[in-house]
């Protein structure tokens, strides 16, 4: 079967909009794979730091991108058979991802990693250019967002309710601009695809965006 008939659900949007938990839970429901790009930007930041690569240094950490063992298995994430899942989910792993996100060298290394998730029965990708660049010819294409204090009250929960320490005006200051550095960037800037529907969810249930994530699949198959 030709790989443009194997259905892609591409779910865009900025940092702690929920779309992760959105985009895994309808995997589920559906049965399709799922692939999180932001954790492969995560994990090529880690990769460049345990190295001693600088996040700026473009041509050295898009040529390490191929040397890199990238495993996802149960929901658990590893790096040359360690287990990275915690390590890079990190705010300082998070600020160094968006800078390595923005070289186009290291974007286009991993173009055939995020192809090679698009397997039978489905995929649903989440990022921020999977409409617009990896996928463009995804079946469905939603840009996920809310507004940036709605993004940072839910970070904050979710890292107390973990036990961990929180401030919430660090959270929305990061989160601000990370926001800025995704979207100002010259290659693949965090902008909705032309062709996305947009889902505002800061005032719905994940349960709803769900829903609405999986209405519109039926719309377009
Ligand atoms: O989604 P997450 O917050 O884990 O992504 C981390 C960073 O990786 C983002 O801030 C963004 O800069 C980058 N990213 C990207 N393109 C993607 C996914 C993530 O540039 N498709």
Known sequence: MSKSYIPVIAIDGPSASGKGTVAQIVANNLGYHYL????LYRI?????????????AEEAIAKLVPQLNIAFAQGEIYLNNSNVSERIRTEKIGQG??????????????????????????????????????FPDATVKIFLTATAEVRA?????????KGQKADYQKILMDLQDR?????????????????????????????????IVQATLLKNV
């Open 36 to 39: 999180d790009s932001g954790a």
């Open 44 to 56: 090529v930041a880690l990769a460049a730091l345990e190295k001693g690569v600088d996040w700026q």
């Open 97 to 134: 991802a968006s800078q390595v996100a923005a070289h186009p060298m290291v974007r286009l290394a991993l173009v055939n990693l995020q192809h090679s998730f698009r397997q039978t029965p489905g995929l649903v990708a989440d990022g921020r250019d999977m409409a617009s660049v990896i």
């Open 153 to 161: 009250e839910r970070r904050y929960k979710q890292l107390v309710s």
């Open 179 to 211: 926001d800025a550095r995704d979207t100002n960037r010259a290659t693949s800037p965090l902008i909705p695809d032309p062709e996305a529907s947009l889902l505002e969810t800061s005032e719905l249930t994940v349960e709803e965006a769900v829903n």
